[in-house]
Each structure stands twice: as structure tokens, then as C-alpha cells.
């Protein structure tokens, strides 16, 4: 025990504090009862009890009514955030390769530990009840699902639950406003695909989705990558700069937990940036995936909620707050809705009417609800317990984006290191990261990597993210760097 | 009764055998009994037997065990078949306007008569077996569907069954081969993507589905009619002539039972074709989803059946042969694979894994080919009783398709006709038609139209068909036109 100020109880509330920031208590853990650490420590229970109290105003801990003092999540970021990139944006072609093919196919794998797509456990989702809902259905239900298309704007259902669900939420709108789609990634196709034609240039944030690049490269459009800033999002005066000076057709965004950078752009920022778009008519697809998944108290805004021009093409999905294997997404895509309807009928006529169907009649429960709480609270505590691992395992110059909601942290290293080299490494032992080579048409990210922060945290996960500090230093030290004074903290 | 030749038999006969031509026996229905017929006409058992064993030889009936005599679906054209198109081909952009998503809204409606799209009524599908296979997954299972994303090939289960399913009969390839999509159409669209860019021409059978040429318009690409024969399906020297005279980059075929025609391209026809394209490196895209739908004994060969070179793309569903809803298509795209495979991740991830484990379950349970013979059967019985009734109501000079497959019968009208005026005129009577505007970027086929006939043949069918050559004599009328003689046999 080391001593820290006059009192006790704040020495006592320090050493916890430590053990909080090095791992030993995780997020979401209950700390030991007053009784418990009474008998190992041999400090009066009112001294413990101070200390949790001090804990508690340093936001370090909470107290849960009966059940007792809970580490909480971390309010901020344990290591630097990563620097903004200053590089000149300029139109390119996307070049990437078929990484993002392994990375897809690595998660089919149960042996690999899923650290590089942007999944949450199984045990996070609510498959039981999505099941029972299946289960229960008549056959008679089932059967008019199964014989029939349904309506090519989406099942009426799930477009009525989706209006109820966002009211309040993300935005307000009618169900006949929304498009069902095969997943967000396929409403994000139909919108580029209705506001844009093969040779022009699409505005995205950068370091940028993978499958984005990949889309408008699939669609003979051009890529321009304005690059973000790892803790507000996008700078609504950058934004006005690279759309004067380029001719730009469209903008892809993803201003709410951005992915992979985490960030969220203010209502004000959000403001700026749809005044300056709607001022050169430029329509803005809105990916609002992560958006339901904030660590906060409240959900960010979206474009969408301030769009009086319909110039807004807003997409989302299941995938991530629900369970991906429904396959169910949706656009609203303002006034392109037409054409996106015209879209989606020469592609696939209509979406799958059951899971659809499972997803409307889950919402209509209300369970939705209750489950994004419980949800957001998980991954929070997960994101937490990832950066104090990253900060215990990685070489002493990591930054680290700590995000305030999603499903991912983006890590910055050395600039000498290529990540690909350690996600080659990494999945010869199993581990799957997502190398930042692929979130960039540039090599820019060659030295950045996306972690997974879905999956529940354990023992196994800690050894993998403890595997890839090793891995990361075999590769500093290959390279002949010092990162600072010291290899690291060693726990 | 008229007496014919001189035996009682054969005048019975001849008049069971215009019954049935003019509609008051139909295909599939049962003849009556002998003992019925017997009392109703006085004449006796035995000849009225001979009667039915002379209609027997004639192949207007069959012969059940322990069940006596049954109306044969027709095996010739009740009336002459369209002429063949002569217009010369030439490269054009697709002008199609919002008709088909009219078409496709109204089979939302359950007041249409649905005549105008290409489905099997309800009652056809197997709709309580898929149902009951559904609900008696375990919670287990379904919450594995559901939880996860399917691999971006497709659902293992469902590759297995199919390649099983089609050794024997479309073609023998391996599970991997096979990429499973949302939908025929979209196995379509992929493999356009994979083999053409834009500014692309593509060649397509004219008459065409309409959705191919939305499509290929939605793409950027150019499309190149060659007029298909309704009776043989595409000319190979025609084919010759025109891939050699313009500069083409993939073809866009469906030759069993081609949409809207009804023909087929014979086995030495598709072996022509096949060489030609190959000789001039030209990938064939072969849109097969009629195929399991003959009404003869055998089912009719496949390009990707004589493929050797890996450049068919073969796309095939089961919209028309088990359940729309399902959402259940593949396709098998030889050496463009791995650009399908990218071309899907980047759009949708994967498929929706619950119903393509149903369908997998169904043919598992080797449900599927019994289910596929009695729906041939019914189909079959319905296109003779169909063009029966066209026979009977429409005007004299009125052409149509026989088909020998498949779900629809293609009608040619006098040249003066308008059937987009019958088909909005038929829509306020709750009537629904493909006019043949549609069906090609000219406006070469404005005077034809499709019909459906997955429907179950019965009154109100009849009345709908009756309703349609009103409506047709109407126009007729208005034009002046007086088709031959008179206006068309009356009943």
C-alpha cells in the first residue's frame, strides 16, 4: 500500500484506482464487498466504505442500489488519441485487395478470435426471443411470408415498427418513407447508386469502412477521402474547403461512431456540414449503423433529423444492435426514394419476409428497448476494459481512440510498423484484427489497426490482445525502434 | 351429336375432343365416367370405352390407374404462332418507365387477377411443409441463423443441397461452386457486374424480361436485341451475325422457356451458341429459373451443362418453382467466381440464412421432386386450358406461343394494337397483363402481350380471359380493324 495524502481511505481509494487502470478490476466488475476486503486488509469497514465513496465522485466506481460498488466504464482516454492526418485530399481510384474477403471469411472461423470485424458476442443478442417469436408464428403466417414477395419498399410491418422505433430517436418519419433493404452495407449501394454515376467522386471520411472503398470502386466511382479527426469527427471547414475545390457528387458519411475512427460530430458540426452540402446540392448518405450504440446518455443527432430538403439519403441496419444474420436493413432516402425503389426492384425485387417480420414483431414488444440498454451498457464496459488492455500490452507510444459508442477502437503505432505484418502473424494464432492498409484508398493507415470491442471480455481475451502487444514489439524491435524510454508497462 | 366416319366410337370422340379444344373439358379435368356417360347418352359401356381409348391415341387424354380418363394438357399451339421478328438489331439505351413496378405493386393486391407477372398461386407451394420445417428448428438453431452472418458464399447447407439437386439435371458442379443470392435477379446483376462495365453492350433475346433490361439500363450498359424465334429460340446463324457485326461483351440468355416467349433453344442450337460465343471470348450469363418447369418428359439441356471454358455464368432461383419468399437464388458463375464473391460482400455481406436453411432442409428430404412433378403437371394443365381460353375469346388473328415449359403464353394482336390501352383498361376491372411495350427497349412488341399461367385454372379465370378479349374486340373496334372473317369463334 503506498501512502497518498493524509487519509486512509484516499490511499486505499488511489490503490484501487490503479488496479481499475491496469486491468486488475474491469469495467461492469463488482468491487469486493466492505466485509470482504474488512477481513483481507484489516482496515475498518467505514475507512472501505469512504474509499468507494471517493471512488465514486472520482467516477471511477458506482454504487448499485443492494448489490453494491460497480467499477465503471472509462470516461476518457487512456493513451493520446491519434494525431489528425494533415495529408492533402485528392479524387483517387480505390485499391484494395482481398483482405477484406479473409477478414469476412475469418469470421465463419470459431477458432479465431473475431478482434477484427465489428461484431458483438452471440450472447449479447436477444436469439432466444428472436427465435421464440419465429417458433410461435402459424404456419399459416409463415406461409404467407414464404409464398408471397413482399412489397418491394419493404415489409409494411417492420416499416411501421422502424417509424415507431426512430420517433424521438434517429429521426422522424412515415413508414412509406422508409426502404427495407438486405442490410445497411446494401442500402448504402442503392443510395450511391441513386445519387451518383460511374466516373464520379464520392466524398468519405478518412481512415474510411473498408467495404465503402470497396463499393464505389465496384461501382466505377471515383474516392475522396477528407480525413477525420479522431475526437470530434469531421471539421465542418475542411469539409467547405474540399467540396469547393473538388468537383464532388455525393458524400458518404458516417458521423456517428464513425468506423473506424469512433469519432462523433457535434449537432452544430452536423449543422455546418448539411448547410454547405444542401447550399451546392450535394446529397449526403447518412450510414447511421453504430448510432443506437452510444456510451453516453444520449443519442447523437443525426443528418437525417435536420434534413428539410431531402437531400438525405439515411441508411441503417440490425446488424449490429440486433443480430446480423436477419439481414435486415432500411433506408430513407428523401427525395431519391423513387429511384432507390426502382433500384432495389431491378436488383432483387424484395427482401426476406420473415426475419424482417421477426424483427418488426420484436419491436412492437418493446423488448428493443430494454435490450439497446443493456447493449450499450456491455459494450461500453468492454471498450473500456479493451483500452486498459491495449494501454497494459502495446508498446509506451500506442495512441488509441477512446470512442464514445460503436463497436470498435482504432489504434495508431509507430510509423515505421505495418500492420499488415501483424494481422498476417496474428491469425497463424488465431487472433483476427482488421489492418488499417484496408480503411484508406492511400497507404496513410499502413501503421493503424481496428479492434473489435463486441465480444465479451475474458481471460482469452485479454491473452489475445496481450499476443498482439508481443507480435507488436517483435515488430518494434525488428525495426530497431525504442518506443520512448521503456518497452512498455509491464503489468 | 355429328356422326364422323362410320363408327359411333370415333363420332364420340370427335365431340369429346371439341369439347376439349373449346374449353368445356379441361386439361387434367377427369372425363365421366363410363357408367355416367352410359345413362346420359343411352350409348353403350363399350363403345364409349373405345371412345376414350381413341382419344387416348390422339393424346387428348390419359389413362390413370384405378381412376379412368383425364383431359392431356395440349401438345400443339391452338392457334399459329407470332410471326419472327425481322427488325433489324442495334445497340440501344433501354427506355422502360415505371410500368413494372405498377406490375409488381399489384400482385400485392388480392383483389388482381394476377395474369400479369409470372408466379404459381399459393396452393402450388409446398407452403405448409416449408412453414412446419421452419417451426421445427430447435431455438438453437435458428438463434445460430440469426446471430450470424452466413458465409458470403452462401449457406453451406444449402450449396450441398443444390448441387446434389442439379446433378442429372441442369448440371453437375461442386457446393463451391455455387453462390447463393437474394433472388434469381440478383444473381443476375452480380454476374453483369462481374462480366461488363459501364458503356457496355449486352445481348439479349427479344422479346426480353423486362427486368433485365432495367437492369442493364440501371448499369450503364447498352443493350442488343436479336429477335428470338417463338418457336425454336435464337437462331445460331443469327447469333453469328450479330456477335460478329458488333462490338459485344456478354450475352444475357434464358433459353428454356425464355421470358416472355415460352421457347427453347435446342440442345444442338445451345452447343452452336456456346462455340461461338467461346471462339470470340464472349461470357454467356444463362438466366435457367424456368427450366425445371418442362412439360415434356425431359428436362432441357443447360449451357453450363456444356461449358468447358468456365465462361457461363448459370443463375437459377426458386421464386418460380417453390416460394418467392424465400429469397432463395444461386448462381454457379464458372471462372468469374471470385469477382461475384467480391461484387456480393461489397453489397450485402450474405444472404439471409434462415430461409436458405428451409429450402436446403425441403430438398433433403427429397420433397422437392415430387413437389416439382406436380407442379409441371398443374403448370402444363394450365397453359393448355389458358390458351384454350385465348383461343375462344380472343379475335381470330390472334397469335400465340405455345409454350413447352415454363410459366407464361405470349400473345401477338393485331399490329394496329396498343396493349398498354388493354392493360390499363384491364387494370380497372381488377385485371392485370404485361403489355409487351416492356418487354424490349423499341417499341417493336407494343401490340403483344403476356399472359401468366401459374394460376389455378377456374371460372373466375376463364372470366378474366373472356373479359381480356372484350376488352380487345373493344379496341379492335375503335381501330376499325376486322380480324379476318369475323370477330372470332364465338363459344
Chains 1, 2 share one sequence.
Not at 469547393?244 to 473506424?260: E, G, H, V, Y
Amino acid at each position: 500500500m503506498t501512502a497518498s495524502g493524509n487519509f486512509r481511505y484516499v490511499a486505499l481509494a488511489d490503490e484501487i484506482q490503479e488496479n481499475i487502470m491496469t486491468g486488475q478490476f474491469r469495467p461492469g466488475e463488482k468491487l469486493p464487498s466492505l466485509r470482504k476486503l474488512h477481513n483481507q486488509l484489516g482496515l475498518s469497514v467505514s475507512t472501505i466504505h469512504q474509499a468507494y465513496i471517493e471512488l465514486e465522485k472520482r467516477g471511477r466506481v458506482e454504487a448499485r442500489e443492494k448489490s453494491g460498488f460497480y467499477v465503471r466504464a472509462l470516461l476518457k482516454n487512456p493513451l493520446p488519441s491519434p494525431r489528425k492526418d494533415q495529408e492533402k485530399a485528392a479524387p483517387s481510384r480505390v485499391k484494395i485487395n482481398a483482405l477484406a474477403e479473409t477478414i469476412l471469411s475469418d469470421l465463419q472461423s470459431e477458432n479465431m478470435l473475431q478482434l477484427g470485424a465489428a461484431v458483438a458476442s452471440r450472447e449479447f443478442m436477444p436469439v432466444k426471443q428472436l427465435s421464440r417469436i419465429m417458433k410461435s408464428m402459424s404456419v399459416d403466417e409463415l406461409g404467407t411470408s414464404i409464398a408471397t414477395y413482399d412489397p418491394c419498399i419493404g415489409n409494411t410491418d417492420l416499416r411501421h415498427a422502424l417509424a415507431k422505433q426512430m420517433l424521438g430517436n434517429a429521426c422522424k418519419v412515415f413508414p412509406d418513407d422508409i426502404i427495407t433493404t438486405n442490410g445497411c452495407l446494401e442500402a448504402v449501394s442503392l443510395c450511391l447508386r441513386a445519387v451518383a454515376d460511374p466516373g464520379d467522386t464520392i466524398l468519405v471520411e478518412s481512415p474510411v469502412f473498408h467495404c465503402f472503398l470497396q463499393l464505389i470502386e465496384d461501382l466505377n466511382m471515383y474516392v475522396l477521402e477528407l480525413p477525420g479527426c479522431p475526437d470530434q469527427g469531421m471539421d465542418p471547414d475542411a469539409f467547405e474547403a474540399i467540396v469547393s475545390s473538388n468537383d464532388i457528387k455525393a458524400c458518404l458519411l458516417n458521423t456517428n461512431f464513425q468506423n473506424p475512427l469512433g469519432s462523433v460530430l457535434s449537432p452544430e458540426g452536423k449543422k455546418a456540414v448539411l448547410k454547405i452540402a444542401n447550399s451546392r446540392g450535394l446529397p449526403i448518405i447518412e450510414d447511421d449503423i453504430y448510432g443506437d450504440l452510444y456510451y453516453g446518455d444520449k443519442r447523437p443527432a443525426t443528418f437525417k433529423s435536420m434534413d428539410t430538403s431531402g437531400s438525405v439519403l439515411y441508411c441503417s441496419s440490425f446488424s449490429k444492435t440486433l443480430a446480423p444474420g436477419l439481414r435486415a436493413g432500411w433506408t430513407i432516402p428523401g427525395k431519391y426514394r423513387e429511384k432507390v425503389i426502382r433500384l432495389k426492384l431491378n436488383t432483387q425485387l424484395s427482401c426476406p419476409g420473415i426475419s424482417h417480420r421477426v424483427a418488426a414483431r420484436f419491436m412492437e414488444t418493446g423488448a428493443y428497448d430494454r435490450h439497446l440498454r443493456r447493449l450499450r451498457n456491455q459494450v461500453k464496459n468492454q471498450a473500456s476494459a479493451l483500452a486498459i488492455a491495449i494501454s497494459n500490452h502495446f508498446p509506451k507510444d500506442t495512441r488509441l481512440t477512446f470512442p464514445r459508442g460503436g463497436m470498435m477502437i482504432w489504434i495508431e503505432l509507430n510509423k515505421a510498423i505495418d500492420t499488415m505484418t501483424i494481422y498476417q502473424r496474428a491469425r497463424t494464432h488465431n487472433v483476427s484484427i482488421m489492418p488499417g492498409r484496408i480503411c484508406s484508398s492511400s497507404d496513410r493507415y499502413n501503421h493503424c489497426l481496428r479492434l473489435n470491442c463486441g465480444i465479451k471480455w475474458g481471460p482469452e481475451l485479454e491473452k489475445g490482445v496481450a499476443l498482439l502487444g508481443r507480435l507488436i514489439r517483435d515488430a518494434y524491435r525488428e525495426k530497431g525502434i525504442q518506443p520512448e524510454a521503456s518497452e512498455g508497462k509491464k503489468r
